[in-house]
């Protein structure tokens, strides 16, 4: 049975399924990571941007040797039709820093999500839209299926929109460190001095804890097909594609 990674940004988009994995902190290249292991499923938080999710993702390969890559986690909207909740699964994955693509068997036809650099506000997000026709923009698949393609490793991509095409992130770019780690506590005490953004920070925590939950059932039920599936690599390996806006 082949071993299937999951590569996340933070805990807290997958925690409804790490909270009953074996953990187990593993050294690649000078950097402790932390891998949760349960049956023929490994998961990676390797941090926030494509950077992290690329080391993160040679980390995995090189200890693991997964057949199959899979980015998941959060991700913004960039069409109305998207609500927060909605599960997204790509046929292609463009990365913002180059153009470049990536095309995903077994996505929904037309769907295309872009990776970028950045924290992306309302202006953004309209001129990603634009840009590359893209539907979804997060920060991390590109740098998944990157590390797939160079080691010739199947790829795919599970998101689940965590802010609505109009919401207007509040400023939390520079609260993110050069290792992809997101610093909560100064971030609190940023938005502890501006009232004005309380309810803001109060709306992205409650949606994000809805597409925690959604995404969480999503993931254990994979988990199971794949147990389910011992005697049909194949299908199991690729269950996470084809089932995109639940």
């Known amino acids: 049975m082949p071993k299937v990674a999951i590569v996340a940004a933070l805990e807290r988009e997958v925690s409804d399924l790490t909270r009953s994995c074996r953990r187990v902190p593993r050294e690649y290249e000078g950097r402790t990571f932390t891998f949760f292991e349960r049956d023929d499923m ?20 090189a200890l693991y040797h997964p057949t199959r890559l899979q980015s998941v986690g959060f991700a913004g909207a960039l069409e109305s039709s998207l609500r927060v909740g909605d599960l997204f699964t790509p046929a292609v994955v463009i990365d913002a820093r180059d153009g470049s693509r990536v095309e995903i068997p077994g996505g929904n036809k037309g769907s295309m999500l872009v990776s970028f650099m950045a924290v992306t506000g309302l202006e953004q997000k309209r001129k990603l839209a634009l840009a590359y026709g893209a539907q979804v923009v997060d920060m991390e698949a590109a740098g998944v299926a990157a590390a797939a393609r160079a080691h010739g490793i199947a790829f795919g991509a599970t998101k689940v929109i965590s802010d609505d095409w109009n919401f207007e ?7 993110i460190d050069a290792q992809g780690r997101f610093r909560t506590a100064p971030f609190a005490a940023f938005v502890a001095l501006r009232p004005w953004l309380w309810r803001r920070v109060a709306r992205l925590a409650s949606n994000s804890r809805k597409a925690a939950s959604v995404l969480g059932d999503h993931l254990e039920r994979y988990r199971q097909e794949l147990s389910q599936l011992a005697d049909c690599p194949v299908a199991a390996a690729s269950g996470l594609q084809g089932r995109g806006r639940e």
């Open 42 to 61: 490994v998961v990676i938080c390797g941090g926030i941007g494509m950077e992290a999710a690329r080391r993160a993702a040679e980390a995995v390969i």
């Open 169 to 175: 992130m509040p400023p939390m770019g520079r609260f």
